[in-house]
């Protein structure tokens, strides 16, 4: 059963909630500012942020940045990168674009429970979701989505 989290004032959505409605809206889509997307308006506080969110399958991370960071990182160009000591693991996903480099760090901190269960699942299935969500005209458009297979090096370089 997803426990239901309260974010904002007077908000409540699961994280199953909050995943289905931004993977049914299309690509180049804005999140409403009500239902379940309202997550979004109420807890992003800058560009560059991540959240790792589970549905009733897996878990995905929302990658939310201005327009033109998102529209630079081709998934097909990408590297990875792990480290890892005792208390987390960050993977690093590398754009390897030649005119705008990005580095996106997801960092996952072994005494959060939701986050060591997210880099579990992620070992085991050896795959991540990443949900770009764009910064625009006040509010966030749904860029794209990609299920990124992690390098089998990466799989053994995360400690869990």
């Known amino acids: 059963m997803i426990q239901l989290k309260t974010f ?7 994280d199953n909630s909050i995943v289905n409605e931004v993977k049914k809206l299309n690509e180049g889509e804005m999140l409403p500012r009500d239902g379940a997307s309202k997550f979004f308006y109420d807890t992003v506080g800058n560009e560059g942020e991540s959240y790792i969110l589970k549905d009733k399958r897996s878990y995905v991370i929302f990658y ?6 998102i529209q630079s990182i081709d ?7 792990v ?16 005119s ?32 770009f969500i764009s910064i625009v005209h006040g509010g966030f458009l749904k860029h794209r989505s990609h299920l990124f297979t992690l390098p089998q090096n990466i799989i053994k370089s995360i400690v869990v």
């Not at 904002?8 to 699961?14: K, P």
């Not at 480290?83 to 030649?98: A, K, P, V, W, Y």
């Not at 939701?114 to 085991?124: E, G, M, T």
Request: aromatic share 12%; with cysteine; hydrophobic share 30%.
């Open 75 to 81: 998934p097909h160009l990408c590297s990875w990168y």
């Open 83 to 98: 480290e890892s000591d005792d208390r987390h693991t960050t993977l690093m996903l590398i754009s390897n674009n030649e």
């Open 64 to 69: 939310i940045d201005h327009d033109d960071v």
């Open 8 to 14: 904002g004032d007077n908000f409540r959505a699961s």
């Open 100 to 131: 705008f480099s990005s580095n996106l760090s997801f960092n996952f901190i072994y005494t959060n429970d939701h986050n060591f269960d997210a880099l579990k699942s992620i070992r085991q299935k050896k795959k991540i979701e990443i949900i």
